[in-house]
């Protein structure tokens, strides 16, 4: 998960200050959603760490060895844990609970470097998770929006090739203009739109004024397009 680890000398002194626990293949050291009370240090051994997603499926999102400290997150911030710690190997860890891992910390700043590097690495990976995460609900709006619009698609059209005002997009999947945009431009990155272009086109208005508009010019294959929405879903 991280790749700062604590020395084995300083794994081998914080040994002296708390409680040695060991753990099987396939114990679980920590559940999702139960109380934070106590932070774990590796001594020997691994574990993965997994979240669960939308469905329910365990998903993996990291792994951790020797020298690693875990479920500090949740205690610090007085919080559930937030993910599944589960031995992969015969395990052996040192606890301390929260008071007296603080103690600890005032103790040996080498512990306060290695948590403000490894806590700011997991705040970078939440903010990148975060934007996917916007991302891919964005372009499964518009990917459904798109597969309406390829249901309106007469048989005598070739296939797949669909246009639509951008401003009329915006006004019936309730997203701005610009993220619009990037939802199409994010679809066309990965590839399940093709031939995707914006164009200008002037149309004659109320009172037979002219007025611009933007109109999104693509083509999707249908099947192609769900499968892709269908993955993102899980992120």
């Known amino acids: 998960m991280e790749t ?12 002296s200050k708390g409680r040695e626990e060991s753990y099987k293949l396939g114990d679980i050291v920590i559940e999702e959603g139960q109380e934070s009370d106590s932070i774990f240090i590796i001594e020997k051994g691994y574990v993965n760490i997994t979240k669960k997603d939308p469905m329910g499926n365990d998903v993996l999102i990291g792994t951790a060895g020797p020298g690693s400290i875990i479920g500090e ?22 606890v301390f609970h929260r008071d007296e ?18 806590l700011t690495k997991r705040i970078y990976n939440l903010n990148r ?7 891919s609900k964005l372009m499964i709006v518009m990917g459904h929006y798109i597969l309406e619009k390829l249901r ?26 610009e993220k619009v945009v ?8 990965a590839g399940v739109i093709e031939d995707y272009r914006l164009v200008s086109e002037i149309v004659e208005g109320d009172q037979e004024e002219e007025e611009n508009r933007t109109v999104a010019q693509l083509r999707a294959d249908p099947h192609q397009l769900r499968s892709y929405l269908k993955t993102i879903s899980y992120v």
């Open 182 to 189: 990037t939802a199409l431009n994010n679809l066309a990155k």
């Open 101 to 118: 891992f603080l103690r600890v910390v005032s103790e040996l700043p080498e512990i306060s470097a290695y948590l403000i590097q490894v």
């Open 152 to 177: 309106e698609v007469p048989e005598f059209q070739e296939e797949g090739l669909i246009s639509f005002d951008l401003s009329t997009a915006a006004l019936e999947t309730g997203l701005d203009l």
């Open 73 to 94: 997150m949740g205690v610090f911030m007085g919080i559930e844990r937030t993910a599944t710690v589960r031995a992969v190997s015969d395990l052996k860890v040192i």
């Open 129 to 135: 998770r975060l934007i996917n995460a916007i991302n």
């Open 4 to 15: 700062a680890k604590l020395s084995e000398d300083l794994v081998n002194l914080l040994k």
